[in-house]
């Protein structure tokens, strides 16, 4: 009988976790920036994370939690988060900065420091999914600058010929031709 009620007691705890698991969102998708929803200073992520163009924004959301955030001019320098961890994320041309990000609700809140700036970030979608709101706060000793960025779900991206960096054909490496 003992065991029966402890076998109860996990079961209960267990059905209780895995919903709180389940609510957590994915960021995955293409995301264009709502202009006239958002309001930003140039540069709109800390130490210029995205370039001059922050117009389209490319997000991989991993099953372990790391979500890996391209822009789509400046794919090279894409920045990734895993809450839990502390991560270097390229800001400026040459720079890192060491970021930890962690879960609030449904909410990723990533802050970090590099010499005199400091920075947060809380990212989080709508309900239904559709709309990424990036609200970033860089603290630098000239100020403190607010940034507000409002994402729509793109349809897929389609065909790799068709992307910014479109991909490239190598017949030669075809292996349906052996």
Known sequence: MKH????????????????VRAQRPDFSG???LDRE??????????????GAD?????????????????????ASKAWSYTPGRELSIPVGRDT?????SRWEGTQIVVEGRQGDMQMREVMSLSLNAETLTIEVTTTTPEGQTMNRLVYTKDLPVGPCEDWAMPCKDFPEHDVRRY
């Open 4 to 19: 029966l009620v402890t076998i109860t007691v996990i079961l209960c705890l267990l059905s209780v976790a895995v919903p």
């Open 30 to 32: 293409m995301w264009t």
């Open 37 to 50: 929803a958002s309001e930003f200073n140039p540069p709109a992520f800390s130490g210029g994370r995205g």
């Open 54 to 74: 922050i117009g389209r924004l490319f997000i991989t959301h991993a099953k372990n939690g790391t979500l890996v955030i391209g822009a789509e001019t400046n």
């Open 96 to 100: 890192t900065m060491m970021v930890a």
